[in-house]
């Protein structure tokens, strides 16, 4: 096959591409408008293979997907391509509205032109793939305010909607443009629904690298409220040999919601990486004394948690790492991949981004 993925140079997007090239045969198209989150650093070790391409481009950008899917000609498309990250859809929102809606909206669009000009097979087994997140389904009962003897509610593929930050809303809005070009066109579509991520090459504003480095530089470990907020941790390394199943064996129309069947507080995943550096970085004093309580994000959802029995039954996919050792792994990771972290860091690999594609949003 060859595979069209949006949104390559991000993290779920790194890692998606790295397993293909790595354990497939198959051809990888990267498409990535590379805003401040995309790293082409983390694609060092398949991006001399030839089996991988690279375009530059936005996915908003209706002249540049049509000639990307004319000239590649795919047999899928991953979208991947998304603004993320909660805090800045608070304070900026117009850039979820534009990449999340608008730019699906092209894309969906242009792969529609280019599959209802394909005929046979070609045409039969495209498909296309949007990944998309829990959040959309808002948040679930805590166990502190769930007085039911029942067992504590999950996301399950049929969850409705109801999404709480402006991030959140706009990967709704996603959600609900694919299936409608699937009801009202007939493209073959799929979407998935994850669980946060965590592990190698995430970009450091996220809480899990911003622990570790914050850490280790002795700066405060910033906690909101009383980190009492729980998410279900999935290993990303884990999430791309999902989203690698869901593409090539999923079925057309279907959802598939993927957990990593880890729930955590926020506050012991913090204390788990203090525990983890005192141990592998020890200094005189311990890392938790550098935990520090903020004020709680506005509109913060207290609980997720995925039921990810669907993926598991149908096409045979569940971790393979444990919150245990999957965090260990990523603590490990950053030790030993400092000059990565230093490149973003530092502005040295903002630099080179200007220098060969332009400035960076």
């Known amino acids: 096959m060859k595979i069209l993925v949006t949104g390559g140079a991000g993290f779920i997007g790194s890692a998606v591409v790295r ?100 005929e046979g097979s070609q045409k039969d087994n495209f498909r296309f793939h949007h990944i998309s997140t829990d959040e959309v389904y808002g948040d679930l009962p805590h166990p502190d305010e769930w007085e039911s003897g029942e067992a504590l ?8 909607y109801a999404p709480s930050s402006p991030y959140s809303a706009s990967k709704a809005s996603s959600d609900h443009l694919v299936r409608a070009w699937m009801r009202t066109y007939g493209l073959p579509t799929i979407v998935t629904n994850c669980s946060n991520n965590y592990g190698p090459y995430h970009f ?39 989203l690698y199943r869901v593409v090539t064996q999923g079925h057309i129309g279907e959802t598939y919601n993927i957990g990593g069947h880890n729930e955590k507080q926020n506050l012991d995943v913090v204390q788990t990486i203090c525990d983890l550096l005192d141990e592998m970085v020890p200094k005189a004093t311990s890392y938790h004394e550098l935990i520090t309580y903020v004020s709680d994000r506005p509109g913060h959802d207290r609980r997720y948690a995925i039921d990810a029995d669907k993926i598991q039954h149908e096409l045979n996919w569940k971790p393979e790492e444990t919150f245990k050792s999957g965090i260990r792994k990523t603590v490990e990771w950053y030790l030993n991949n400092q000059q990565w972290v230093d490149n973003v860091k530092s502005g040295a690999y903002q630099s080179w981004i200007e220098q060969n594609y332009g400035e960076r949003k």
Request: proline residues 4%.
């Open 19 to 118: 397993h293909i090239i790595k354990n497939t045969q198959d051809q990888v198209v990267n498409v990535d408008k590379l805003t401040y989150a995309g790293n082409l650093e983390s694609l060092a070790e398949v991006s001399a293979d030839a089996r991988y391409s690279f375009e530059h481009a936005d996915i908003c950008d209706k002249s540049a997907m049509d000639r990307i899917f004319a000239a590649h000609k795919p047999d899928a498309v991953m979208h991947l391509a998304a603004e993320s990250h909660v805090d800045r859809s608070i304070t900026g929102p117009a850039a979820f509205i534009e990449t999340n809606i608008v730019g699906t909206y092209t894309l969906l669009e242009a792969a529609r032109n280019y599959w209802n000009a394909l």
């Open 153 to 160: 509610p999950m996301f399950t593929e049929k969850t409705a």
């Open 204 to 242: 450091p504003e996220k809480l899990i690298p911003l622990v570790i480095l914050n850490a280790l530089e002795g700066k405060a470990l910033p906690v909101y409220g009383k980190g009492d907020q729980i998410r279900d941790w999935l290993y990303v390394e884990d999430h791309a040999r999902a």
